[in-house]
């Protein structure tokens, strides 16, 4: 079995970047946000399609609509002097421009989704206990931190109780279980159904159920 990683930039960071930016750059923002909302859009309609049909979507419109972006970025209204290089949309600009191909990423592989809110989200997690961390004692110790603060974020991310997922793994990894196969957030959830939180998922159905319907009234307001 071979591993593959695949470096991908945080488009939610680039949006919220130039979000930040609507005070001083409103027309200049206004615009980037509604081109970034129009992926949102093409992903929201192809999320259903198997991955053949969502790369080829993603490939003809998303494309499209990143190449109408990168033309945006390169034009007069996000130029010196409207948009100076040292100006917050300046270096937002660059931002982008620097992680372009990685921002691209998506439209290459179905599998990597277009908005990766959901990796920043078990970021935060670090970020939150960033100063309790400052001393760990040993470089060891940092790395088995890291270890566990992965396996937990596995297990959110699968919907698992998290303690009675470490509970049962880590005893039989002590006990000499050589088998990791079955000890993987996916293939532990199969065989231990009570220890499913299920309200995770009705969270993330209500919260894109919300987002749906955002979209449509802003595409109705378009028409």
Same mark, same amino acid.
């Given at each position: 079995?071979?591993?593959?990683?695949?470096?991908?930039?945080?488009?939610?960071?680039?949006?919220?970047?130039?979000?930040?930016?609507?005070?001083? +750059?409103?027309?200049? %923002?206004?615009k980037?946000?509604?081109? !970034?909302?129009?992926?949102?859009?093409?992903?929201?309609? !192809?999320?259903?399609?198997?991955?053949?049909?969502?790369l080829?979507?993603?490939?003809?419109?998303?494309?499209? %609509?990143?190449?109408?972006?990168?033309?945006?970025?390169?034009?007069?209204?996000?130029? =010196?002097?409207?948009?100076?290089p040292?100006?917050?949309?300046?270096?937002?600009?660059?931002?982008?421009?620097?992680?372009?191909? =990685?921002?691209?990423? +998506?439209?290459?592989?179905?599998?990597?989704?277009? *908005?990766?809110?959901?990796?920043?989200?078990?970021?935060?997690?670090?970020?939150?206990?960033?100063?309790?961390?400052?001393?760990?004692?040993?470089? =060891?110790?940092?790395?088995?931190?890291?270890?566990?603060?992965?396996?937990?974020?596995t297990?959110?991310?699968?919907?698992?109780?998290?303690?009675?997922?470490? *509970? #049962?793994?880590?005893?039989r990894?002590?006990?000499?279980?050589? #088998?990791?196969? =079955?000890?993987?957030?996916?293939?532990?959830r #199969?065989?231990?159904?009570?220890? !499913?939180?299920?309200?995770?998922?009705?969270?993330?159905?209500?919260?894109?159920?919300?987002?749906? %319907?955002?979209?449509?009234?802003?595409?109705?307001?378009?028409?």
């Amino acid at each position: 079995m071979v591993a593959l990683c695949i470096h991908d930039a945080f488009r939610a960071h680039a949006r919220r970047k130039i979000d930040e930016c609507r005070s001083a +750059f409103p027309i200049q %923002v206004a615009k980037l946000e509604s081109l !970034i909302r129009m992926l949102y859009d093409i992903e929201d309609q !192809i999320k259903a399609l198997d991955d053949a049909e969502r790369l080829s979507r993603r490939q003809t419109h998303s494309r499209h %609509v990143l190449g109408l972006i990168d033309e945006y970025l390169q034009s007069e209204p996000m130029s =010196s002097p409207k948009v100076l290089p040292k100006s917050n949309l300046g270096q937002t600009a660059a931002y982008v421009r620097r992680h372009w191909a =990685s921002l691209n990423r +998506f439209t290459a592989n179905a599998r990597v989704p277009n *908005d990766d809110n959901d990796c920043e989200q078990l970021m935060k997690r670090v970020a939150t206990g960033r100063k309790n961390w400052l001393f760990k004692g040993s470089l =060891s110790a940092g790395e088995r931190a890291a270890n566990l603060m992965t396996i937990i974020g596995t297990a959110i991310r699968n919907d698992l109780d998290v303690h009675a997922y470490l *509970d #049962d793994v880590l005893r039989r990894a002590l006990a000499g279980e050589t #088998d990791r196969s =079955s000890r993987r957030p996916p293939a532990w959830r #199969d065989s231990h159904p009570e220890c !499913i939180r299920d309200y995770r998922q009705d969270e993330r159905r209500q919260a894109a159920d919300r987002k749906r %319907v955002r979209r449509a009234r802003r595409q109705r307001l378009k028409k």
